[in-house]
Protein backbone atom coordinates (compact mmCIF):
# COMPACT_ATOMS: atom_id res chain seq x y z
CA UNK A 1 0.00 0.00 0.00
CA UNK A 2 0.97 3.58 -0.36
CA UNK A 3 2.27 5.86 2.10
CA UNK A 4 0.82 9.32 2.02
CA UNK A 5 3.63 12.01 1.22
CA UNK A 6 4.19 15.42 1.16
CA UNK A 7 3.03 15.90 -2.19
CA UNK A 8 0.00 18.69 -2.53
CA UNK A 9 -2.93 16.92 -2.65
CA UNK A 10 -4.59 17.06 -5.91
CA UNK A 11 -8.68 17.08 -6.28
CA UNK A 12 -9.40 13.92 -8.11
CA UNK A 13 -12.27 12.45 -10.16
CA UNK A 14 -12.91 8.53 -10.91
CA UNK A 15 -15.55 7.30 -13.41
CA UNK A 16 -16.37 3.43 -14.12
CA UNK A 17 -17.69 3.01 -17.09
CA UNK A 18 -20.04 -0.48 -17.08
CA UNK A 19 -22.85 -1.77 -18.82
CA UNK A 20 -22.74 -4.72 -15.99
CA UNK A 21 -22.05 -3.33 -12.65
CA UNK A 22 -23.58 -0.65 -10.41
CA UNK A 23 -21.62 1.76 -8.28
CA UNK A 24 -21.53 -0.43 -5.24
CA UNK A 25 -20.40 -2.85 -7.27
CA UNK A 26 -17.40 -1.34 -8.92
CA UNK A 27 -14.79 -2.66 -7.08
CA UNK A 28 -11.81 -1.28 -9.42
CA UNK A 29 -13.05 2.38 -8.55
CA UNK A 30 -12.70 1.63 -4.64
CA UNK A 31 -9.55 0.59 -5.39
CA UNK A 32 -8.44 3.78 -7.50
CA UNK A 33 -9.96 5.54 -4.18
CA UNK A 34 -8.34 3.88 -1.78
CA UNK A 35 -4.77 3.98 -3.46
CA UNK A 36 -5.09 7.86 -4.00
CA UNK A 37 -6.21 9.13 -0.64
CA UNK A 38 -3.48 6.97 0.49
CA UNK A 39 -0.99 9.08 -1.34
CA UNK A 40 -2.85 12.20 0.37
CA UNK A 41 -4.80 13.28 -2.72
CA UNK A 42 -8.89 13.79 -2.09
CA UNK A 43 -11.32 12.57 -3.86
CA UNK A 44 -13.84 15.10 -5.76
CA UNK A 45 -16.44 13.43 -7.68
CA UNK A 46 -17.39 9.63 -8.63
CA UNK A 47 -19.78 8.37 -11.14
CA UNK A 48 -20.84 4.93 -12.85
CA UNK A 49 -21.93 5.51 -16.75
CA UNK A 50 -22.76 2.82 -19.22
CA UNK A 51 -20.19 2.26 -21.95
CA UNK A 52 -21.94 5.15 -24.72
CA UNK A 53 -19.20 7.16 -25.68
CA UNK A 54 -21.41 10.42 -25.49
CA UNK A 55 -22.58 9.75 -21.74
CA UNK A 56 -18.79 8.53 -20.95
CA UNK A 57 -17.68 12.19 -22.35
CA UNK A 58 -20.27 14.23 -20.71
CA UNK A 59 -19.15 13.05 -17.49
CA UNK A 60 -15.55 13.99 -18.28
CA UNK A 61 -15.97 17.46 -20.14
CA UNK A 62 -17.99 18.72 -16.94
CA UNK A 63 -14.57 16.96 -14.16
CA UNK A 64 -12.16 18.92 -16.92
CA UNK A 65 -14.15 22.00 -16.83
CA UNK A 66 -14.13 21.91 -12.79
CA UNK A 67 -11.24 23.95 -11.26
CA UNK A 68 -11.14 21.97 -8.12
CA UNK A 69 -10.33 18.43 -10.28
CA UNK A 70 -6.81 17.83 -11.32
CA UNK A 71 -7.31 14.17 -11.97
CA UNK A 72 -9.46 12.27 -14.25
CA UNK A 73 -9.22 8.55 -13.64
CA UNK A 74 -11.95 6.24 -15.99
CA UNK A 75 -12.01 2.37 -15.15
CA UNK A 76 -13.64 0.48 -17.82
CA UNK A 77 -13.95 0.42 -21.47
CA UNK A 78 -10.77 0.39 -22.74
CA UNK A 79 -11.18 -3.45 -24.66
CA UNK A 80 -12.19 -3.96 -28.23
CA UNK A 81 -15.72 -4.89 -28.13
CA UNK A 82 -17.93 -3.27 -29.66
CA UNK A 83 -19.06 -1.77 -26.58
CA UNK A 84 -15.97 -0.32 -25.54
CA UNK A 85 -15.56 3.07 -26.66
CA UNK A 86 -13.76 5.05 -23.51
CA UNK A 87 -10.61 6.16 -25.47
CA UNK A 88 -13.26 7.18 -28.59
CA UNK A 89 -15.20 8.92 -25.98
CA UNK A 90 -12.07 10.86 -24.49
CA UNK A 91 -9.64 11.45 -27.32
CA UNK A 92 -11.18 14.17 -28.65
CA UNK A 93 -11.39 15.91 -25.37
CA UNK A 94 -7.57 15.87 -25.10
CA UNK A 95 -4.96 18.29 -25.67
CA UNK A 96 -2.48 16.71 -25.84
CA UNK A 97 -1.83 12.71 -25.37
CA UNK A 98 0.59 11.07 -23.01
CA UNK A 99 1.60 8.56 -24.96
CA UNK A 100 4.09 7.31 -22.93
CA UNK A 101 1.88 6.51 -20.42
CA UNK A 102 0.04 3.98 -22.52
CA UNK A 103 3.18 2.23 -23.75
CA UNK A 104 4.62 1.93 -20.44
CA UNK A 105 1.12 0.67 -18.77
CA UNK A 106 1.11 -1.94 -21.41
CA UNK A 107 5.03 -3.13 -20.55
CA UNK A 108 4.40 -3.13 -16.77
CA UNK A 109 1.08 -4.80 -17.96
CA UNK A 110 3.39 -7.84 -20.19
CA UNK A 111 4.92 -8.54 -16.98
CA UNK A 112 1.82 -10.23 -15.86
CA UNK A 113 -0.84 -11.26 -18.05
CA UNK A 114 1.93 -11.45 -21.19
CA UNK A 115 0.59 -11.00 -25.10
CA UNK A 116 -3.00 -10.35 -23.42
CA UNK A 117 -1.98 -7.03 -22.49
CA UNK A 118 -1.90 -5.81 -26.50
CA UNK A 119 -5.89 -5.65 -25.84
CA UNK A 120 -5.40 -2.79 -23.16
CA UNK A 121 -5.80 0.46 -24.81
CA UNK A 122 -5.33 2.45 -21.83
CA UNK A 123 -4.68 5.72 -22.62
CA UNK A 124 -3.65 9.53 -20.90
CA UNK A 125 -3.54 13.24 -21.67
CA UNK A 126 -4.11 16.59 -21.07
CA UNK A 127 -7.29 18.77 -21.34
CA UNK A 128 -7.82 22.00 -19.93
CA UNK A 129 -4.91 21.74 -17.26
CA UNK A 130 -6.66 18.48 -16.05
CA UNK A 131 -4.54 14.94 -16.42
CA UNK A 132 -6.92 11.96 -17.37
CA UNK A 133 -6.24 8.58 -17.61
CA UNK A 134 -8.36 5.69 -19.16
CA UNK A 135 -7.58 2.40 -17.33
CA UNK A 136 -8.76 -0.97 -18.09
CA UNK A 137 -11.46 -2.30 -15.88
CA UNK A 138 -9.64 -4.55 -13.73
CA UNK A 139 -8.58 -4.08 -10.68
CA UNK A 140 -5.21 -5.53 -11.09
CA UNK A 141 -5.10 -3.69 -14.06
CA UNK A 142 -6.13 -0.86 -11.62
CA UNK A 143 -3.52 -1.57 -8.98
CA UNK A 144 -0.44 -1.18 -11.25
CA UNK A 145 -1.16 1.73 -13.12
CA UNK A 146 -1.69 3.28 -10.09
CA UNK A 147 1.27 1.67 -7.94
CA UNK A 148 3.59 1.46 -10.84
CA UNK A 149 2.66 4.91 -12.49
CA UNK A 150 0.32 7.28 -11.36
CA UNK A 151 1.59 7.48 -7.51
CA UNK A 152 5.03 8.42 -8.57
CA UNK A 153 3.78 10.95 -11.29
CA UNK A 154 1.81 12.86 -8.81
CA UNK A 155 3.83 13.08 -6.11
CA UNK A 156 6.40 16.12 -5.98
CA UNK A 157 9.31 14.21 -4.61
CA UNK A 158 9.48 11.69 -7.52
CA UNK A 159 12.71 12.74 -9.52
CA UNK A 160 13.84 13.64 -12.05
CA UNK A 161 10.11 15.08 -13.16
CA UNK A 162 6.74 14.33 -12.42
CA UNK A 163 3.18 15.75 -13.68
CA UNK A 164 2.91 17.86 -10.30
CA UNK A 165 5.69 20.22 -10.56
CA UNK A 166 3.99 20.94 -13.75
CA UNK A 167 0.50 21.11 -13.39
CA UNK A 168 0.88 25.22 -12.74
CA UNK A 169 2.28 25.18 -16.16
CA UNK A 170 -0.53 23.29 -18.22
CA UNK A 171 -2.63 26.28 -19.14
CA UNK A 172 0.66 28.42 -20.62
CA UNK A 173 0.09 30.00 -23.98
Known amino acids: MSVAKHTPSLGCA ?5 DSRTLAEDTSGALLIELLEADGHRLVARELTKDDRFAIRAVVSRWIADPAIDVVLTTGGTGFTGRDT ?3 ALAPLLEKLIEGFGELFRALSFEEIGTSTIQS ?6 SNGTLVFCLPGSKNACRTAWTRILSSQLDIEHKPCNFVELIPRFGEV
Request: glycine share 14%.
Open 86 to 88: TPE
Open 14 to 18: VLAVS
Open 121 to 126: RALGGL
